[in-house]
Nanobody, 124 residues
Framework: VQLQASGGGLVQAGGSLRLSCAAS????????MAWFRHTPGEYYREFVA?????????FYLGTVKGRFTISRDNLGNTVYLQMNNLKPEDTAVYYC?????????????????WGQGTLVTVSS
């Protein structure tokens, strides 16, 4: 499975962006898909949102809940992260990730497949 993330850019605080993660090589319609982000100066990738493959439930980092929405297209091979009311603290490189299993914890080690990052910069 190859994942290709896109949609990052520069936006003012309060603005919106939609990130896309396109999968190829195999259908990921039943996969658990997630978005993580890496903030400059931090050593870890922070969980942002996930969509469980088994039941379609969505999960969010507390600080983005109500502002971000994760979804899939009808074929299930493209996953989106709609980001509204962006804040400067959302500035990061965003990565999409996927795994055939149901992740038990929202940590990078639970995900086998990763896309390259896409940079989101939110100016104040």
């Amino acid at each position: 499975v190859q994942l290709q993330a896109s949609g990052g850019g520069l936006v003012q605080a309060g603005g919106s962006l939609r990130l896309s993660c396109a999968a190829s090589g195999r259908s990921v319609s039943s996969y658990t898909m997630a978005w993580f982000r890496h903030t400059p100066g931090e050593y870890y990738r922070e969980f942002v949102a996930a969509l469980k493959g088994s039941d379609g439930r969505a999960f969010y980092l507390g600080t983005v809940k109500g502002r971000f929405t994760i979804s899939r297209d009808n074929l299930g091979n493209t996953v989106y992260l709609q980001m509204n009311n962006l804040k400067p603290e959302d500035t990061a490189v965003y990565y999409c990730a996927g795994d055939a299993g149901d992740a038990k914890r929202w940590i990078p080690d639970e995900f086998h497949y990763w896309g390259q990052g896409t940079l989101v910069t939110v100016s104040s």
